[in-house]
């Protein structure tokens, strides 16, 4: 398993990340994001991760999509899920 921070994810995928907490309201830096690759190089690709932890609340996403986790993000942000 290979796990990466937020500032080692694709260029795109960082920015969608803080224009999603921008919109909300929250600032970026209060999170902590982390990938896990399953059998990074593997193929086929087995799997990413990603953790969003902000205090003690920490959530889940799938992050075979890219940026796409960063829905599931917002929704949880929206419901107040991280406070």
């Known amino acids: 398993m290979l796990e990466t921070m937020l500032n080692q994810f694709p260029p795109l995928e ?3 990340f803080r224009e999603t907490c921008l ?3 929250v600032a970026p830096d209060g999170f902590t994001v982390t990938a896990v690759e399953d059998d990074a190089g593997a193929v086929p ?3 990413r991760s990603i953790s ?4 003690r609340e920490v ?3 799938d992050g075979s999509q890219s940026a796409q986790w ?3 993000f917002e929704d949880d942000l929206r419901s107040r899920v991280f406070g």
């Open 45 to 47: 690709a087995r799997g």
């Open 70 to 72: 960063t829905v599931d």
């Open 23 to 25: 919109r909300n309201g």
């Open 52 to 55: 969003v932890r902000f205090g």
């Open 59 to 61: 959530r889940q996403y």
């Open 14 to 16: 960082q920015e969608a």
